[in-house]
């Protein structure tokens, strides 16, 4: 058995301390650094829950006279509202505002936006000659950045509007290309779309 020196043994436990707190500051900072991170993720949740909620009443309001028969409903849920959104963990009050906000959203913008096949009747009128669906598909991309259906949708459209006999197919060397119906020709536009 080796016995060392008191100072040989003093020197191994001072470089061991000298070890264990650098090792405990640079914990010390990641905590701080992460405590950081989590205070501002809470104040921008924070922010946003009071963003939702503000939105979600503004949402409110032009529902209302659409909810007149559901008076009553209205009328005991807007109370409840309060108290259960407290007793929730901020991070759920957020998604559930969110997902009112999103409700909200789509509701108003498929009111104002047209209907695909009234843009496509409009692309349509722009020419004399027949257009391929997919230069009608490319054409409304560039026109309605906002709206990207898919080619099938698009010619879908397009095959609903011959139906109803707003717009004529005509098959060229094969492909199918789409004419819009002059309102002079409204009435015979129905057998011609059935003609390939």
């Not at 104002?112 to 722009?126: E, F, K, N, W, Y």
């Not at 109803?164 to 779309?193: C, H, N």
């Amino acid at each position: 058995m080796t016995t060392e020196s008191p100072a040989t043994l003093r020197a191994r436990y001072v470089e061991q301390a000298a070890s264990d707190l650098e090792e405990n500051r640079r914990l010390q900072q990641e905590l701080t650094e992460r405590i950081a991170v989590l205070k501002q993720e809470e104040a921008l949740l924070s922010d946003i829950l009071n963003l939702a909620e503000r939105y979600q009443g503004f949402a409110d309001v032009p529902r209302l006279p659409e909810q007149a028969q559901d008076e009553p409903v209205a009328a005991k849920a807007k109370p409840a509202l309060p108290r259960t959104a407290s007793r929730r963990s901020p991070t759920a009050r957020t998604s559930s505002a969110r997902t009112a906000a999103k409700k909200g959203a789509k509701a108003k913008g498929k009111t104002r936006q047209p209907l695909l096949g009234d843009l496509l009747a409009d692309l349509l009128a722009q020419y004399d000659e027949p257009r391929l669906a997919k230069d009608l598909r490319d054409e409304l991309l560039v026109k309605h950045p906002d709206r990207n259906p898919t080619p099938q949708v698009v010619r879908n459209t397009l095959e609903s509007l011959v139906a109803k006999g707003r717009i004529r197919r005509q098959k060229k060397e094969g492909s199918v290309m789409y004419t819009l119906v002059k309102a002079d020709d409204r009435e015979d536009a129905a057998p011609a779309g059935d003609a390939g």
